[in-house]
């Protein structure tokens, strides 16, 4: 663990107030004199009492008897009770007037708009779940998905879900190893993808890449690959184990029953970065992520029926999971989705398709909102943006100014922006505004929400006096918390659970790995990750997962990678590099190094800059003097100057104990 960093991408300094404009609390779900936020103490002193209401807003066939078993890592929710994550997200849906309401209106790149309305939506899963069955998938195997953003990446999830089958989605800009690496790691029966998927006016072959990923027997456990036709290129069927989506649906015998499972049940595995160079299948419940994913959604979002809500992330991404999702579909909302490049074919696409189609919420990255702000104010007037009536920004500190710029350039001035604090472990938004009832200060995701307890505290556990940095940890068990890595509960143990505990009683907390703040108001400050994990454009990254992409490079002896702050991106990846003897630094060399970490893990891990040094600074132990880089990459002179190899040598001898 190291020293939370002291930098940031702008001095934390603002405090400026930003109280919910009237208009918005007086209509809102939570506000001052609803029930409900008279309630909020009572989710303090009684957080179990809390959660069990927001679990009663879900379908179950059984209830629980208890809610909570914990043995700390060890959480169980809702114990006894069963359900189908697609009852509470579907059936109950197209039972009701929200049959014929959209449920997904999707466009894709080219232009093209689909819309399903929940009856729609809810047959599509019955149907594809009937493909998944005939393929001979049940409840507790794992499948793949590989698919580019359009309306069968959702159907593929929940007709998983339908069937109790744990699903697995890799975000399509995943390389064929790292997709590779994670079949296997899960085991995956069968893959579902796509010919191919539009981006930036391109084709993204994924097809191919699963092609490559399951060459010469690379992944034993995959029977079959279930292929969508979308971009209607030519791609290469494997007789025997590849069959066209549109084929088998056609005789398919829906399930019409979902099948019924324990609370605990796996709804999926998730991967993501670590401090390692093996990402962790974060898994999540059933009964419990649902419970957080629909709660979160209805308070932070004010999610109402009349509502188009877009969440602009993949849902190859924990954000697309549970609110592009879960989250909306168990409320009954309608989801917006859009298959394409933010920017493509010109700079207003976003705004452009608000105003098209009367999008009320916007929930988007930091990275996004700089972009835009980089663009111009121009790009969002020329549109009509009157529809929006809330703005959400989450993945990685957002900076004041791009805050205030979303708040006004894109809000009008009179949306309230929540800031949401999560992670793809804790399932859910933590921290977060409530729009009718908090104040907003640009920059700070405000506090905890009800039923969460969270605090910055120091590494002996001592509680930071205000302002003071330390560690952010959660101090009790919530509903929608991941329940281990898949096959490896140990090492779940050791990234989260050991190195806080509370020091009255010795239990542990839950350590997120990130640095804050909490002002005097009780507002949080997040400063960003404080292990050796790098957060490029919202996209978590293990430094080590980097290392170990060039390290596999033959000219390569060994690497360093660290973040540095990236104005547009939130963080850059610069990777300190030294070659086997004999092997001389080349510009090639750079972009082959590049082409290499683009090949292992995706193009968006691409290092920003390859420097090379004639020796790692290192401490007498062997260990890498990673602070000592950080520096360097952030003050330090940068760029492909091949001439130019840092004498670490020299800078090691003179501070031998850093790190
Ligand atoms: C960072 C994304 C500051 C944080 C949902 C966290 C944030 C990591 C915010 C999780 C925010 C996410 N303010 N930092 N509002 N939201 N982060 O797993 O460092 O992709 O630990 O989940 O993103 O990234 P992940």
Not at 170 to 185: K, Q, T
């Amino acid at each position: 663990m190291n020293k939370p960093a002291k930098q940031a991408l702008e001095p934390l300094a603002s405090r400026d107030l930003f109280p919910t404009p009237p208009s918005f609390a007086a209509r809102a779900r939570i506000n001052r004199s609803t029930w409900a936020a008279q309630r909020l103490d009572d989710a303090a002193r009684d957080p179990l009492a809390y959660w069990e209401a927001a679990a009663d807003a879900l379908e179950w066939r059984t209830r629980w008897h208890q809610v909570l078993e914990w043995s700390a890592p060890r959480s169980k929710w809702f114990l006894g009770g069963t359900l189908n994550a697609t009852e509470s997200c579907l059936d109950r849906h197209a039972r009701s007037w929200r049959r014929t309401k959209a449920a997904l209106i999707w466009e894709g790149e080219p232009g093209e708009v689909r819309t399903l309305t929940y009856g729609q939506l809810h047959d599509d899963v019955c149907r594809f779940a009937g493909v998944l069955r005939a393929l001979g998938l049940v409840s507790g195997d794992r499948a793949a998905i590989y698919l580019p953003l359009v309306p069968e990446a959702v159907v593929a999830m929940l007709a998983c879900a339908r069937l109790g089958v744990i699903h697995g989605v890799v975000f399509g800009g995943f390389s064929a190893e790292a997709l590779c690496s994670r079949i296997n790691d899960a085991s995956c029966k069968v893959v579902i993808t796509a010919d191919g998927g539009a981006r930036k006016g391109q084709v993204v072959r994924l097809k191919d890449t699963v092609d490559q990923a399951l060459a010469n027997g690379a992944c034993p456990s995959v029977t079959s690959v279930v292929v969508l036709r979308r971009t209607g290129h030519e791609v290469s069927m494997t007789p025997g184990r590849d069959r066209w989506w549109h084929e088998l649906v056609r005789d398919a015998q829906p399930v019409r029953e979902a099948v019924a499972v324990d609370a605990e049940h796996p709804l999926f595995i998730l991967y993501t970065s670590g401090t390692t160079g093996k990402p962790k299948g974060v898994v999540h419940s059933t009964g419990g992520y649902l419970t957080g994913v629909a709660r979160t959604m209805r308070w932070v979002f004010d999610l109402k029926d009349e509502d188009v809500f877009w969440c602009s992330a993949d849902v190859g991404w924990v954000t697309g999971h549970s609110y592009v999702v879960y989250g909306p579909l168990a409320n009954g909302a309608t989801v917006f989705l859009y298959e394409g490049a933010p920017t493509y074919p010109g700079p207003d696409r976003f705004w452009e398709m608000i105003a098209r189609h009367r999008i009320s919420i916007l929930y988007t990255a930091p990275t996004a909102i700089r972009t835009f702000m980089r663009l111009g104010d121009h790009h969002p007037q020329r549109h009509d943006l009157s529809s929006l009536r809330l703005l959400g920004s989450v993945g990685e500190p957002i900076n004041p100014e791009a805050w205030r710029w979303y708040h006004q350039a894109v809000g009008g001035g009179r949306c309230p922006v929540v800031d949401t604090w999560w992670q793809t472990e804790t399932g859910a938004i933590m921290a977060s505004p409530l729009p009718g009832l908090t104040a907003q200060k640009p920059g700070s995701c405000t506090k905890p929400l009800p039923g969460v307890e969270m605090d910055v505290v120091r590494q002996d556990g001592s509680r930071c006096a205000d302002d003071e940095q330390g560690f952010l940890v959660i101090k009790r068990p919530w509903p929608s918390m991941m329940r281990t890595v898949w096959g490896d509960d140990e090492r779940f143990r050791q990234t989260y659970w050991v190195q806080v505990k509370d020091p009255a009683t010795g239990a542990p907390w839950y350590f997120t790995g990130d640095g804050a703040r909490r002002d005097q108001d009780g507002y949080l400050w997040v400063i960003g990750r404080v292990d050796d994990v790098v957060n490029v454009s919202g996209h978590r990254l293990g430094t080590a997962e980097v290392e170990s992409a060039l390290v596999s490079h033959l000219a390569v002896a060994e690497a360093a990678v660290v973040g540095r702050p990236d104005e547009l991106k939130g963080q850059g990846i610069v990777a300190f590099v030294t070659l086997k003897d004999g092997r001389p630094p080349s510009e090639a060399l750079v972009e082959e190094l590049k082409r290499q970490v683009a090949s292992e893990i995706g193009s968006f891990a691409r290092p920003d800059d390859i420097r090379w040094a004639n020796a790692l600074p290192k401490t007498r132990s062997g260990k890498i003097m990673r602070r000592l880089l950080r520096e360097l990459a952030t003050t330090g002179r940068v760029t492909g100057d091949t001439t130019s190899l840092e004498d670490f040598g020299a800078i090691a001898a003179l501070r031998p104990a850093e790190d």
